[in-house]
């Protein structure tokens, strides 16, 4: 099974995460995925991918500017900076998070308008998906700091370009590697305190380590910022276990190295390779309800698929004093607990939900395009255990039998006999 592993021994950001996985690609990928990425429309923004050396390790440095310009950065990262508009308190406080200079722009952009960026890229609209959750992420994170809505969040323009094209890049990449697990290692946060517009915060800064939240850290013995908002949503959102690299066979490494130098090779680590089949860790979270409509339990539904849970399923139950009622079942990795959680009880009436930790074997998976005589229809394809099985994406068949007037089967049929 292709697995990719993330070695971390100096933290991560999303230049560097980039920059490794880039390495993984052969010489045709990494011309064509530059060109993807500096075609897919982010404003101003160019990405290079530059020679370093840390250590005597030979990697890849990106480069990205923005209308020409690269952001400096005094701490051991580049990273955004965001600020949080609290405008319950003062229509003109704004909360600033600073690892950088100061900078003096007018524009900033708020998560609207950060997902309404996304949204405009040329890019496949599953790694627009997986930018959107990741920022949602950040902006979470900075909304829990600073105590005010999501809404109220706003990224200031070069630091977000910046961090856009970051995000994309790693997305882009993770798709066109095609890993079917992605583990990596604990994460090195460095030690010691930054210096912000309005004060000195301590390392890891307050949203990284609300982001970090359920995954394994130690703080090593660098002294710095080692791991970024960024590099810490990044990996909360693709990694689906943190600890020591699996049994694998190695087939490519790649090393993405950040900007500065320090005693250690400052770089991440990629390794991808083959594993053999084997389980996945899962959480499933249950929880009895008697007490809420059909209604509300279909909505609480779609939104825990919303906050990332891998099955979410009802079983018709008969409860104390006989009253029917439903068990509603969740099933999630360890990366996405708390969300779950808070899912769970925000949008359904229990008060106390279960855990159990549990095995989890499956198929390898993917999603093809074929062209038929209806057009482009896409075929999920499964495989693994000497099992291999192919299925045409119903809501396709759906939307083939509405145009022709066909039923669903019909439309099965004559798509089997274009093989």
């Known amino acids: 099974m292709k697995t990719l592993y993330l070695d971390l021994p100096m933290g991560a950001a999303g230049d560097m995460l980039s920059a490794a996985l880039y390495e993984l690609l052969d010489e045709n990928q990494k011309n064509d995925f530059l060109k993807e990425l500096n075609e897919a429309g982010i404003p101003g923004v160019r990405v290079t991918a ?4 840390k250590c005597g390790i030979t990697g890849t440095h990106f480069r990205v500017s923005v209308n020409g310009k690269e952001e400096e950065a005094d701490n051991h ?11 319950e308190v003062e229509a003109h406080n704004h909360v600033h998070t600073h690892t950088h200079n100061e900078h003096e ?3 900033h952009s708020s998560m ?40 109220d969040i706003h990224f200031h323009e070069v630091g977000t370009m910046d961090a856009v094209a970051d995000i994309t890049a790693v997305c882009l990449l ?8 992605i583990y990596a290692s604990e994460v090195n946060v460095g030690f010691g305190h930054v210096h912000c517009a309005h004060g000195i915060l301590p390392v890891p800064a307050p949203a990284t380590a609300f982001i970090l939240k359920e995954i394994p850290v130690y ?16 990996l909360k959102h693709f990694v689906i276990q943190f600890g020591k690299m699996p049994s694998i066979k190695m087939n490519a490494i790649g090393y993405g190295m950040g900007k500065k130098d320090f005693e250690a090779a400052n770089c991440v680590r990629a390794i991808l390779g083959e594993t053999e089949e ?12 008697d007490d809420i409509s059909a209604e509300k339990l279909s909505f609480a539904m779609e939104m825990l698929f919303e906050a990332g849970a891998i099955e979410v399923y009802t079983v018709p139950v008969v409860m104390k004093k006989s009253r029917s009622g439903n068990l509603l079942c969740v099933m999630c990795r360890q990366s996405q607990k708390e969300k779950i959680l808070e899912t769970i009880f925000k949008h359904t009436t229990t008060l106390g939900v279960r855990e159990t930790v549990s095995n989890r074997y499956y198929l390898d998976r993917e999603i ?27 809501e396709d068949l759906a939307a083939i039998a509405k145009k022709t007037g066909l039923s669903i089967d019909e439309v099965l049929e004559k798509l089997e006999n274009q093989k």
Do not use: W
Not at 219 to 234: D, F, V
Not at 370 to 392: C, I, S
């Open 112 to 151: 609207a308008e950060i997902e309404e960026l996304i949204l405009s890229l040329k890019i496949p609209q599953k790694i627009k998906n997986d930018v959107i959750e990741v920022y949602k992420l950040i902006a979470a994170a900075e909304s829990h700091v600073h105590g005010v809505p999501e809404t």
């Open 368 to 394: 093809v395009t074929v062209q038929t005589d209806f057009g482009e229809v896409r075929l999920k394809k499964a495989q693994g255990y000497g099992v291999t099985r192919k299925k045409f994406e119903y």
């Open 278 to 289: 084997d389980a996945e860790q899962i959480i499933k979270f249950t929880c009895n309800l």
């Open 77 to 87: 990262h580049n990273h955004e900076e965001t600020h949080a508009h609290n405008n």
């Open 105 to 107: 722009h007018h524009h």
């Open 174 to 181: 993770i798709e066109k590697i095609g890993a079917k697990k």
């Open 219 to 234: 703080s090593g013995h660098i002294q710095g910022e080692l791991c970024t908002p960024t590099g810490a949503a990044l």
């Open 50 to 53: 530059e020679k370093s050396v």
